[in-house]
């Protein structure tokens, strides 16, 4: 029988990381490698004309993305699925994130949807939703008497 010193901050470390694991599930901070939701990252930009919607979605192809726009809310979703599926490889480290993924971004203004264009580039989904022309602002002369 071997004889094992009692490290008590090596147990309180465990029971701080199962804590902060419970209470990240339970806010929804999950990144993704137990099988969460997803959550990649967007920039939205608007100019007079458009909004500009980038989102990261690197290692997926464009097949994989499903895009919808209704009610002015543009929906990005899809999933990321596990590179490796051998059970005969031992794995060391999985820093990656896996798993499903669905975005919805509210705009602020009416979209003119037969216009959307979106491209998709080294895992860089760029969306361009340009507005109604009633949305667009509108310069007002005022007259001086």
Known sequence: M???RWKPMRELMSLR????RMFDSFWGENDGRDGGMLMP???MIENDDNFVVSVELPGLKKDEIKMTMQNNVLTISGSKKHEFESKEDTVHRVERSYGSFCRS???SSTIDSSAIKA???SGVLKVTLPKVEE???KEIAIDIK
Not at 17 to 20: K, L, N, R
């Open 119 to 121: 491209s998709y580039d």
């Open 41 to 43: 990252p967007v920039d």
């Open 135 to 137: 949305a667009k602002p």
């Open 105 to 107: 971004i509210s705009l």
């Open 17 to 20: 990381d199962e804590m902060d």
């Open 2 to 4: 071997a004889i094992v």
